[in-house]
């Protein structure tokens, strides 16, 4: 293996996130999290997963991956009105999963699953060819020179989420940093797999109907920080490797 890409298998490996837990939970909000999660959490996933859409009560149309969901803004809106679909959604941090559980069981959502904790863990343990549309949205900047690395875009989890997508899914991943753009861009274009469709700046600066703000877009706006908007389009070239 190359010296630049054995540096990128480890970078891959680093925490890419912040804290886990925020405020001290209630007994109220630990309840939710551990009843949650025993009805819609995902896990463990050190083996296999079961195929994806059997992890629902009904057979979804097409199962769409949020990766870092926060508050769970963008992935409730696109839950309650793609109600065919299934949503697998991945965030370690505790406060936003408890918020994520308090919606499913207030609006009664049948359609999403939640993975509290690393996506790069999940990744492995889905099976290939199983996801139509996958969502970034405002990864966390990491804006230190010497913290870059632990950006969770990278050619690392490219290659991870190429195995995962079908022909013809699209990646959108959304954020307001233009260094982090310009890697992203620049990952994308390395990766025979993703094509970037977009022919002229509205198609990357103006956020799509089907796509509602998010608490980081809205911070992204207050801060007077223009967010791009990409959407790219997944080629399956070869056959995936099943992981674990
Ligand atoms: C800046 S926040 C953006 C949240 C939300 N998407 C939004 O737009 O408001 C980035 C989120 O990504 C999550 N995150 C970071 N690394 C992750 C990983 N490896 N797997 C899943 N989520 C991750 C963080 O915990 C954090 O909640």
Redesign the pocket.
């Known amino acids: 293996m190359s010296d630049d890409k054995d540096q990128q298998n480890q970078d891959y490996e680093l925490?890419?996130?912040?804290?886990?837990r925020g405020r001290k939970r209630s007994a109220r909000q630990d309840a939710i999290f551990d009843d949650g999660l025993a009805r819609w959490g995902l896990g463990p996933t050190e083996t296999a997963l079961p195929a994806l859409e059997h992890l629902f009560a009904f057979k979804p149309s097409e199962v769409w991956l949020?990766?870092?969901?926060?508050?769970g803004?963008?992935l409730i809106w696109q839950a309650e009105r793609n109600p065919d679909i299934g949503f697998i959604a991945?965030?370690?941090?505790e406060d936003?999963v408890v918020k994520v559980l308090t919606a499913i069981k207030e609006k009664h959502l049948q359609n999403i699953r939640v993975?509290p904790?690393?996506?790069?863990q999940?990744l492995r343990a889905m099976a290939p060819d199983s996801i139509t549309r996958a969502?970034?949205?405002?990864?966390?900047?990491w804006p230190k020179a010497r913290h870059a690395k632990r950006r969770?875009v990278s050619p690392a989890l490219l290659s991870a989420l190429s195995r995962v997508l079908v022909q013809g899914a699209e990646l959108r991943i959304?954020t307001d940093i233009s260094s982090y753009a310009a890697e992203i861009l620049a990952a994308i274009h390395n990766d025979t797999s993703f094509i970037w469709e977009a022919n002229r700046p509205g198609d990357w600066r103006n956020r799509p109907d089907d796509w509602p703000e998010?608490?980081?877009?809205a911070?992204a706006r207050g801060a007077e920080r223009q967010p791009n908007f990409f959407s790219f389009r997944h080629l399956r070239i070869g056959k995936p490797e099943t992981e674990v």
């Open positions: 925490r890419s996130y912040g804290r886990r949020e990766i870092g969901f926060g508050g803004e963008h991945a965030e370690p941090f936003g993975y904790g690393d996506v790069r999940l969502f970034i949205l405002f990864p966390d900047p969770l959304a998010t608490r980081y877009e911070k």
